[in-house]
């Protein structure tokens, strides 16, 4: 499905509890991203990675982690910290240098706090 | 950081007719410029992008130009048809700084017929 998968798409959680969103590529890129879509505020940098192991916040890292642990793939939780996780959230991987190019959007997985 | 604003927020405009959709950037050291199509349900998916070198890219119906003195970017649609109804975010990045791109609010385009 366009070499980025999320899964799941629609994932329901009660409060208090973290959850863990997946992000897998073949498309061999070496930058991976995750935001966040809420109505009316468009896409918000959540954390970003280079390469392996490595991995930076982006402008809303507060209650989210990530880990880098195979070039594949790029997981999310989202932590009981966060005080508003109900939303879209959105997967990306781009290539190499100059970087930024050709970003790839996963499908999204949907997220609802109940 | 980068800040990028996006007007309008919502666009509607009769069939055959042309929409431009017109984003500011704040950071001058931004040199790539995107613009993504996102439909109701689907993915983001890239339609056009300008790097700072050039003025004005055109793709078929679709065509941005970009004025690096006034650090503004703007996406023209001509001819515009229904299945141009979807929300276009535009985005800028510093394609030497780690490549993470900045988005714009968005803006809903509804095409009637």
Request: with cysteine; proline share 4%.
């Amino acid at each position: 499905d366009g070499g980025i998968t999320q899964s799941p798409k629609y994932l329901f959680r009660k409060e208090g509890q973290n959850v863990t969103l997946s992000c897998e590529q073949n498309l061999n890129h070496d930058a991976m991203y995750w935001y966040r879509q809420d109505p009316g505020q468009g896409l918000r940098l959540i954390y970003y990675s280079q390469i392996v192991n490595d991995f930076q916040k982006g402008d809303i890292a507060e209650g989210y982690s990530v880990s880098r642990e195979k070039k594949e793939s790029f997981p999310l939780t989202v932590t009981s910290a966060q005080k508003n996780p109900t939303a879209f959230y959105l997967c990306a991987s781009s290539s190499g240098l100059p970087r930024g190019y050709g970003y790839t959007f996963g499908s999204g997985t949907r997220l609802t706090i109940v | 950081g980068e800040n990028v604003e996006q007007h309008p927020s919502t666009l509607s405009v009769q069939e055959g007719d042309s929409a431009v959709i017109k984003c500011t950037y704040s950071d001058s050291a931004s040199n790539y410029f995107p613009w993504y199509k996102q439909e109701l349900g689907k993915r983001p998916q890239l339609i056009i992008d300008i790097r700072s070198n050039v003025g004005e890219k055109k793709d078929q119906r679709i065509a941005v130009t970009l004025n690096k003195t006034a650090k503004h970017f703007s996406l023209h649609i001509t001819e515009t048809q229904p299945e141009d109804s979807a929300v276009y975010f535009c985005a800028a990045s510093i394609t030497d700084s780690w490549g993470k791109l900045q988005f714009g609010a968005g803006t809903q385009v509804v095409v009637t017929p």
